[in-house]
């Protein structure tokens, strides 16, 4: 006797519908993050299980082709919450969140179904900045102890090199990167989370001249900055791909309330990254009539309120430092350290000083040990011609990649992310991953499918 069974087909949803439920499976996702990381910073020690839970299933997802899809997204994730965990109580070393990407960018290379034809010039930029290695060795005395100032230096461009290697491998739609930038969004969202709770929390704010740590979190408001701005920037791209109105204002709005977080930092550098790639979204927008309706009178309404009621509103509540301090557009420091690194690039040609030397060699100058804060002067500093050729051949990538990309709306993004990490690079090097993966996302294989939309 033989038994039939039965299955009932799945009921018909709209494609409208499914996307709504879709982005707003997007929003309660981001929204969870807001008190995950309120948890992190309170609960000593979760932070490291945390972030290691996340790079373990990554590589367990990676070993399957039924999951290895995910790797990608943790991957992202993990990036996107690098300086979270910082905030929050810190990872297992410093450069953690490089290595780890890395390491599932490698992964993903080996599992990944239908990775082919990378961009090879991801690892001639690799190559060409290991010689000058040796002579960090040699100054430092031994592999152990230039170790530290070696791993401060090339992990990014490890991390970047890895990232475009599987990026450029594999085809990707609008629709995948959209979620991918989900996975990205949500632990920004969580640095909002905790940057907001210690402004609210704190029963002083002492405003100056400098960049504030309690508006900040307590942490460094360069990268806190950094990555509040990128949320805005990720928010307004995720917006114009977002079909429901109610969760496109959703994401709008938090994209403008990380851009005020990340102005209240007085660190300069994230509101100029999120300025530029907002302005470079809308120029690449406005030829396209259905998103020019959509998006652009979203972004006039935000940018009239920001300049004649939140910016105004900020001054009042800084006792006016907020147009003090963004008025003085002085970055006399940085100019000096650029300048100090044209000119070992000069006194050193062939092979630079070597990988994290130039602060020591500044200390003999100037008696000041600092970290270089440009990264394409540090490339002609610490590697010298070889440095310069690695410059080079990471602008190829990237405009490769633009002039490959099909439509106008492909060609934005490219520009978005790539512009974000670029312009972090010039004035903050390579201290955080998400550059890397912002780069490696930039110079994705576009489908057939995003080929036929202008």
Known sequence: MTTTTFTLPRPYVPPAVAAARAERSDLIFIALHLPLAILLRAVPGLTWVHCLGVLAWGLRWSASPATVHRTVRAAVYLAGAEVMWRMAGGTPFYEYGKYAVALLMAALIHRFPGWRRPNGLALIYLLLLLPSIQLTVDQLGGLLAA??????NLSGPLALAASVLFFSGVDHDQLHLRRLLISLLAPLAGISAIAGRATLTADHIAFGGESNFVTSGGFGPNQVSAALGLGAVIGVLVASQTRDRRWRWCFLGLAGLQLVQAVITFSRGGVLNALVCIAVLAVHYLPRPRVRMMLLPALLVFGLVGVKLVLPALDRWTH?????????????????IAEEEIQMFRDHPALGVGPGMAKYHRTLSTRIQIAAHTEYTRLLAEHGVLGAVALATLVLMVGWSYLRAPTTMTKAWVAVLAGWAMVEMSHAAMRIAVISVLIGLATIRWRAADRGAG
């Open 320 to 336: 006016g430092a907020l147009s003090e301090r963004y008025s003085n557009l002085n970055s006399s420091v940085r100019k000096s």
């Open 147 to 152: 170790r530290s100032d070696i791993s401060f």
